[in-house]
T-cell receptor, first 111, second 115 residues
Framework: SQQGEEDPQALSIQEGENATMNCSYK?????LQWYRQNSGRGLVHLIL?????REKHSGRLRVTLDTSKKSSSLLITASRAADTASYFC???????????FGSGTRLSIRP | DAGVIQSPRHEVTEMGQEVTLRCKPI?????LFWYRQTMMRGLELLIY????????DSGMPEDRFSAKMPNASFSTLKIQPSEPRDSAVYFC?????????????FGSGTRLTVV
């Protein structure tokens, strides 16, 4: 069963704009991860944030985590056509266990 | 490293046939995961191994599915007999001994079509 739910399910923005995707989950976690999946390909790990962290950056990516609200957001700044993909959040419950994926957000960048 | 290698990339089989999917994890990774992806159900964890030992197979849909990891560099997922509802993309992923703190590395997947 899926632990995380992403919002929105689909997002279309103009190239150069910022894209924000949200993820909500139900039970306490050890960490939360974001992955990207291009059409017909496997998933690629983007960033991991631990439960004791509130914000993390990686290049044009910014992830926040609010454990009191059981939610996370992924911000992609200055979007590019190559950012067109599906983005998934995944929740982990200990340092050596499975992760459960959310339903994903389909992001389309218009040129 | 060539990454996680899955074979075949595509498989088309008739209902009732046995299907075997293969995965070679990244060398040095001690955890291996099998996921199934469909439009209706999204990404589902089927089973995962730590140090070649199955830890959680609660996601395996039914007895028709079985998975093995005979050594650290090879795993198989077998479906026998296959059914049309098994049609999906099956992904294998592996992670480092520190667990999932650095994320998983996924293979390119096997697209299975059962007709």
């Amino acid at each position: 069963s899926q632990q995380g739910e992403e919002d929105p399910q689909a997002l279309s923005i103009q190239e150069g704009e910022n894209a924000t995707m949200n993820c909500s989950y139900k039970t306490s976690i050890n960490n939360l991860q974001w992955y990207r999946q291009n059409s017909g390909r496997g998933l690629v790990h983007l960033i991991l944030i631990r439960s004791n962290e509130r914000e993390k950056h990686s290049g044009r990516l910014r992830v926040t985590l609010d454990t009191s609200k059981k939610s996370s957001s992924l911000l992609i700044t200055a979007s590019r056509a190559a950012d067109t993909a599906s983005y998934f959040c995944a929740t982990g419950y200990s340092s050596a266990s499975k992760i459960i994926f959310g339903s994903g957000t389909r992001l389309s960048i218009r040129p | 490293d060539a990454g996680v290698i899955q074979s075949p990339r595509h498989e088309v089989t008739e209902m009732g046939q046995e299907v075997t999917l293969r995965c070679k994890p990244i060398s040095g990774h001690n955890s291996l995961f099998w996921y199934r992806q469909t439009m209706m159900r999204g990404l589902e964890l089927l089973i995962y191994f730590n140090n070649n030992v199955p830890i959680d197979d609660s996601g395996m849909p039914e007895d028709r599915f079985s998975a093995k990891m005979p050594n650290a560099s090879f795993s198989t997922l077998k479906i026998q007999p296959s059914e049309p509802r098994d049609s999906a993309v099956y992904f294998c992923a592996s992670s480092e001994p520190t667990g999932n703190l650095y994320g998983y590395t996924f293979g390119s997947g096997t697209r299975l079509t059962v007709v």
